[in-house]
């Protein structure tokens, strides 16, 4: 088990081990079953428990009360258990089941018998639903072999999220037990909070549902600082952040948290390869989002700092679709500009943007080079970006006034040196009609490289 389970998971049932060897009243003189007197030596206090009754349950049956005492008073805990499991064999339905089921749970768990300690704390939820420390066992352990890939994976997780689930409606009710202090009983119920948060988060991302994924992996590392260093959970919130891939238009990722916990899963990765491979990740994320590299290293370094991103942590976003084609008009006069960047300006930007370079280049005679699409005599569909040139469409439609000899009417896929006006065009998709076209025999240079590519979506 990962070292979580040992600070976490252990560390509550080191608690429980004082609590849960908890010891039965004596039969009461003259109740003596089966006319035998009552015997045995005075049995010691009952250890307090975390939900302990008012009154200390009876054993009736004197033979049933010394077989428990004889079980319960080993110290080797594989002496505890087979005196346990016998117990539980011949008293199926005593009233100390709970008590014993608790005791020989921690006894499993002692000794790294992590599938009785699964079966015994089963058990103990079906005799006592209530039981928080058998849930959180449960909880940790199925959620922990649903992520590692177990043959029963789906199941592992519908029961991890079952108990997540039965855990936080019970832990309000869970109480302090005697002899623990306030701060340490105050850890336990924030490591329990995030066993079965995590538990039910990892069940929300499985199913595509992100929204909770989100919240219940937040809340759990939120809840102690043993989760914000857990890989296993911090990991798939950023994940839950990022969204699917695909995007799906129906949920919208939440980017700047998809980096900040990407960073942090790089810099908790169990190994150097998984860290290296989260860290590639991340610094995608943020280049996605901000459109560059630049203050990468900051982020990261902030991530290492801090398990949360700290107050007022931000990321400036890359500049919109429509900020960097008014940033294109107020740097190139329009009849400067290359025919990529015409457009991505009538494309993208504002009214006033497309107003200013339609306005400047309509009905003028431009000469550029481009790639047939398809020809006719009176009509060539032509691709003038390099984006459109690389996709094979059309972006530009040039007419003639007069038909186009057969002999040069070019083929598809050829490269095209022209002279239109521009007439008209539709921004989505893009395409610009030029009037007046002229084929030209020498190549013409093309209205500046068209080095200007459609940007990625935002």
Do not use: C
């Amino acid at each position: 088990m990962k070292k979580i389970l040992v600070t976490v998971v252990l560390g509550i049932a080191t608690t429980a081990a004082a609590q849960t060897a908890a010891q039965p009243a004596q039969p009461p003189q003259g109740q003596a079953a089966q006319g035998q007197p009552a015997t045995g030596t005075p049995a010691p206090a009952a250890a307090p428990q975390a939900s302990a009754p008012a009154q200390a349950p009876v054993i009736k049956d004197p033979a049933e009360y010394n077989a428990y005492m004889g079980a319960i008073q080993q110290k080797d805990p594989t002496a505890q258990i087979s005196g346990l499991e016998a117990y539980l064999t011949q008293y199926p339905n005593s009233v100390m089941k709970g008590a014993a089921l608790q005791t020989l749970m921690q006894d499993y768990q002692q000794t790294n018998n992590q599938q009785k300690t699964v079966d015994t704390a089963t058990k103990l939820v079906a005799a006592d639903p209530t039981n928080e420390r058998a849930i959180f066992l449960l909880a940790y352990i199925d959620r922990l072999k649903a992520q590692g890939g177990s043959p029963t994976a789906k199941q592992d997780l519908a029961d991890a999220k079952k108990y997540g689930q039965m855990g936080l409606d019970g832990l309000s009710k869970f109480t302090k037990p005697d002899g623990t202090s306030d701060a340490d009983f105050q850890k336990m119920k924030d490591q329990m909070t995030g066993v079965f948060n995590a538990a039910i988060g990892i069940s929300a991302i499985t199913d595509k549902d992100y929204d909770n994924a989100r919240k219940d992996l937040r809340a759990a590392v939120e809840s102690s600082p043993d989760f914000q260093k857990d890989f296993s959970v911090v990991y798939p919130l950023a994940l839950a952040y990022a969204g699917p891939t695909p995007p799906d238009p129906k949920i919208s990722p939440d980017p700047i948290n998809a980096i900040w916990f990407a960073s942090r899963a790089s810099v908790v990765a169990p190994t150097p390869q998984y860290q290296q491979q989260i860290e590639k990740y991340a610094k995608g994320l943020y280049i996605k989002y901000h459109g560059g590299d630049e203050g990468w290293t900051d982020v990261l370094a902030q991530a290492k700092a801090n398990p949360l991103p700290p107050p007022g942590f931000a990321i400036k976003p890359a500049p919109s679709p429509a900020e960097q084609a008014h940033a294109m008009v107020v740097a190139t006069p329009p009849d400067k500009m290359d025919f990529a960047t015409w457009e991505f300006v009538l494309t993208n930007g504002s009214k006033d943007d497309q107003d200013t370079v339609w306005n400047a280049i309509k009905g003028k005679a431009v000469q550029m080079q481009g790639k047939v699409i398809q020809a006719t005599a009176t009509e060539f569909d032509i691709a003038g970006s390099s984006d459109d040139i690389d996709a094979n469409k059309a972006d530009i439609t040039l007419t003639f006034e007069d038909k186009v000899p057969l002999k040069l009417i070019p083929k598809a896929g050829a490269s095209l040196d022209f002279q239109g006006e521009p007439a008209s065009y539709t921004p989505s998709p893009f395409m610009m009609t030029m009037e007046k076209g002229k084929l030209l025999k020498a190549a013409a240079p093309p209205a500046k490289a068209p080095v200007h590519h459609k940007p990625a979506a935002q």
